[in-house]
């Protein structure tokens, strides 16, 4: 079973349009994050949840709404795509704050393409 | 807050040949540190850590790093790449005892040739 699972894997989109990317966690974390990976390849945390409480907002566009239906998954809805929007999104879980948060899991990523 | 440097963007070398990818670190607080490998056109995975401890940790594939603390530095090493070890390896720092904000260096390229 996939750890951390995010879907599409790939999409293709239109400047303008409205899109969600959907990730899900099957480890029991508490908390939930969302990375941006620029075409250079640098990673960059947006937001973070802990038991759908939002704990970590980046200075983010507010284009980007995350949502946590629970605390086993962590929406990205994104409004008015961007050209800039393009990049690959990762999803990651990690248990929580504390000594037993030493590690996080990452999922395959969404490779975003703004046209 | 905290921050990562890569010092080398790009790192070219032999099969066989020993290989250590460069890290250091700034931080005000106390840190645990990591370094993740990406294999292309996939996700992040976790190579190893440092919590606390023996400054030196090993991953299970032949890979150790060494914390020093006065030089804040974390580098990678490996006596003997293969050509399997090509990817992109991240460097990446979160402060002890918190949520796991990771803040990434901008990642090295390790390029195996035979």
């Known amino acids: 079973d996939t750890a951390v699972s995010q879907t599409p894997k790939y999409l293709v989109t239109q400047m303008g349009n409205d899109k969600s990317i959907k990730c899900e966690q099957n480890?029991?974390?508490?908390?939930m994050y969302w990375y941006k990976q620029d075409s250079k390849k640098f990673l960059k945390i947006m937001f973070s949840y802990n038991n759908k409480e939002l704990i970590i907002n980046e200075t983010v566009p507010n284009r980007f709404s995350p949502k946590s239906p629970d605390k086993a998954h962590l929406n990205l809805h994104i409004n008015s795509l961007e050209l800039g929007d393009s990049a690959v999104y990762f999803c990651?879980?990690?248990?929580?704050?504390?000594?037993?948060?030493?590690?996080?899991?990452f999922g395959q990523g969404t490779r975003l393409t703004v046209v | 807050a905290q921050s990562v440097t890569q010092l080398d963007s790009q790192v070219p070398v032999f099969e066989e040949a020993p290989v250590e990818l460069r890290c250091n670190y700034s931080?005000?607080?106390?840190?645990?540190l990591f370094w993740y490998v990406q294999y292309p056109n996939q996700g992040l995975q976790l190579l190893l850590k440092y919590l606390s401890g023996s400054t030196l940790v090993e991953s299970i594939n032949g890979f150790e790093a060494e914390f020093n603390k006065s030089q804040t530095s974390f580098h990678l090493r490996k006596p003997s790449v293969h050509i399997s070890d090509t990817a992109e390896y991240f460097c990446a720092v979160t402060p002890a005892g918190g949520y796991n904000k990771l803040i990434f260096g901008a990642g090295t390229r390790l390029a195996v040739h035979p």
């Open positions: 931080s005000s607080v106390s840190v645990y």
């Open positions: 990651a879980s990690s248990p929580g704050a504390g000594v037993t948060n030493t590690e996080a899991f």
């Open positions: 480890l029991g974390h508490d908390t």
